[in-house]
């Protein structure tokens, strides 16, 4: 394995997201009407206000291993992580399987639309092909860039303790069977930002499944709005956090975002302007959500920001560093889900 760094870190490579660029251009003159609502709820009534600092392994990390693949959620949850974030896409045949992308092509060795693949043939692409270590998925490099490539394949042993499969795209089903016990955030996913028939589909074939399950650590989110209002209508028990003009509202007005909304998930910062800050913050605490930060690109991701986004008090980071998270808040003694801790934002 290549070696943790704790102390500095280089920018991570965000993956494309139509969620921060659409995010970006609508709430970038948002973020200075905020005001306040008329009403709070208290934390009993949000029980995901009590789970905090959470270290929320963003696609399990992507920075540190290959995206949204068993591997990766595994690994940060054996490190320490709090939940895992991930992505779904459907197949041909219908099956949710855990991939940020519409498109194979940037992180595997395959080529094409998830929609157009079945779920044999995605699940067989090495999901760790284009994997570099601190960069996330970054095609055309020396094949020596790739220390991960080709254990999917068998053409190389997978590291000690980790299985050939854990490198594939995995089914959503697999993994939340793998971490029954372990927080799950999931994105709806769509083919195109324009094709919202795609993202509602995805929503039903996810609220079959949850609705399935019966699990209340689960929170569901999606850039669309019209897809969690789907979900909501499908699977009401389900804890939100609302889509692009959901957010936009809240901002906006302080308009409050769709029932079951537990929390509000937002970016560090849009074009430069700050969102994550310690006011806004507060100000969701106080209506009764809680707050989980997001980087994709919109602010450097390195120990600094993670030490201002604690103070800030935040609930929960969206790590593509998940270990690095990880020794800081061991290294401050920051309190965490179920174990005691300092908390720098208790009055």
């Known amino acids: 394995m290549w070696s943790r760094k704790s102390r500095v870190l280089a920018f991570s490579v965000p993956r494309p997201s139509a969620r921060v660029a659409a995010v970006v251009a609508s709430l970038a003159v948002a973020v200075a009407g905020l005001v306040p609502t008329a009403s709070a709820s208290s934390a009993s009534d949000n029980p995901w206000l009590a789970r905090r600092v959470m270290n929320m392994a963003h696609a399990g990390g992507e920075s540190e291993a290959p995206a949204d693949t068993l591997y990766a959620f595994e690994r940060a949850v054996r490190l320490g992580a709090d939940m895992v974030e991930l992505d779904v896409q459907s197949t041909s045949d219908d099956r949710l399987v855990v ?175 700050p969102v994550a800050t310690k006011e806004f913050i507060a100000k969701a605490h106080a209506d009764g959500y809680a707050v989980h930060v997001w980087f994709s690109g919109t602010a450097p991701e390195n120990e600094d920001a993670y030490n201002t986004l604690i103070n800030a008090c935040a609930d929960g980071i969206m790590a593509a560093w998940p270990q690095v998270l990880e020794n800081l808040l061991d290294q401050r003694g920051i309190v965490r889900p179920g174990r005691p801790g300092t908390d720098p934002c208790q009055n």
């Open 99 to 273: 991939m940020h992308n519409s498109s194979v092509d940037q992180t595997t060795n395959g080529t094409g639309l998830v929609r157009d693949m079945t779920f044999r043939q995605v699940h067989a692409l090495d999901a760790a092909y284009n994997f570099v270590p601190g960069r996330s998925a970054v095609p055309g490099l020396p094949p020596s860039s790739y220390p991960l490539r080709g254990v999917r394949t068998h053409q190389q042993q997978p590291p000690s303790g980790y299985r050939a499969s854990d490198f594939a795209i995995p089914s959503l089903n697999k993994v939340l069977a793998t971490f029954r016990h372990v927080p799950v955030n999931i994105e709806i996913k769509g083919t195109s930002d324009a094709d919202t028939a795609s993202f509602l589909h995805n929503a039903e074939l996810l609220a079959t499944i949850l609705n399935r399950i019966h699990r209340s650590d689960i929170i569901v989110t999606s850039f669309n709005d019209e897809a969690i209002a789907k979900f909501h209508e499908l699977a009401p028990a389900i804890g939100l956090a609302p889509g692009q003009q959901g957010l936009t509202n809240y901002f906006l007005s302080g308009t409050r975002p769709i029932d079951g909304t537990v929390a509000l998930q937002i970016p560090v910062n849009l074009n430069g302007m």
